[in-house]
């Protein structure tokens, strides 16, 4: 009962790829989590695929971001790559 998928997700699953091309912008991992609400993804599992696609070179780690004096606060924040935009493109053009 615990499992919501029938087999776990594949490491090359673009549906990650999909949440940060959705926003459109850089993520940190709670905002990653609340865009893969829904999807029937546990959060061990949105983990290990944030750190697969990290590995692939498809998401890159943007940083932090800035307070008024330009000091980084904040949690951690990951994008696409070129690499991740251009598989997310051919994911799209495959469907």
């Known amino acids: 009962m615990s ?8 490491a090359t ?4 790829l999909h949440a940060f091309a959705r926003r459109g912008r850089p993520l940190c991992v709670s905002e990653l989590l609340r865009a893969m609400c829904g999807t029937g993804v546990h959060l061990s599992d949105v983990m290990e695929l944030l750190t697969a696609e990290l590995t692939a070179g498809r998401v890159a780690v943007h940083g932090f971001r800035s307070d008024e004096r330009g000091r980084p606060f904040g949690p951690c924040l990951y994008e696409l790559s070129e690499l991740g935009c251009e598989a997310v493109e051919a994911d799209r053009l495959a469907v």
């Open 3 to 10: 499992s919501l998928l029938l087999e776990a997700p594949v």
């Open 13 to 16: 699953d673009p549906i990650l």
